[in-house]
């Protein structure tokens, strides 16, 4: 695979887009947290539980992707994005720790996470990316890619970041989360358009690995359903306390990896 200047733009836009997760302003979240009901309060930890768990994951979970990249001949811009990638997420792991820790205080993160959310992130994703160390192929290649930044991050993060704006920012509440979430979001734009690039040099190079994708696709999207689902089961499985409900946020992740196949039909083009 070759890759164009994009990847050493977007390493560039890194640089100059760098923001720190300590210094964001949660004064108004903590009146903000004050004025929430018990069962709200559940729901605002539960879903920061849930992305915070992925983004510890998805941080430690990389360095595979870049060690199998360095591997391959003229891969340096490539190498030099996940490594700003990698600092990315481990700054958005510490935006959720430190939310969590200053505004709702001491709680068992653990508690507040369910068996898909286990599955995806404990078994699927670091065995799709630690096979890229011993597994040279790009059938390996676009598996980890797929798993990684077309659905951890290019359909379930961007369908949490949705349910976040629809329940804390229409309401005019927690600041500084949505600000962080702002943040975050910003940077993983980056990361998707990165894994799409990397798709499509692969599907240009050998067209039969889409099937790959579409393989794991079928295995992907139902665990991404079930993560969504480990949100809204403590509250009947339907809506949440704010109002949000699983069948919108379906039909946003749905329509999320529909864009995503869109944008690799375009560049495939």
Known sequence: MHFDDAHWARYHKAKKLAWDPQAIDLDQDH????????????????????????????????????????RREGQDAACAFLASQIWEE?????FFRRWLAEIAGDVDLDAYTGPSHTELFDRVLPDRLDTVLTDASDEALVRAVTTYHLFVEGTLAETGYHGFYEIFERRG?????????????????RHVAFGIDMLREAFEQDGDLRDVLEVEAEMLFPLVVGVLGDYFAPYGGEQDPFGLTATELLMFASAQFGKRQAALERTAA
């Open 31 to 70: 009146r903000d947290w004050a004025a929430l009901n018990e069962e709200e309060r559940d729901a605002t930890i539960r879903a920061c539980a849930l992305f915070l768990g992925g983004e510890e994951a998805v941080a430690s979970d990389l360095a595979p992707l870049l060690v199998a990249l360095r």
């Open 90 to 94: 481990t700054k958005h792991a510490e």
């Open 173 to 189: 509440i927690l600041p500084g989360l949505v600000e962080g979430i702002r943040l975050v979001q910003r940077d993983e734009a």
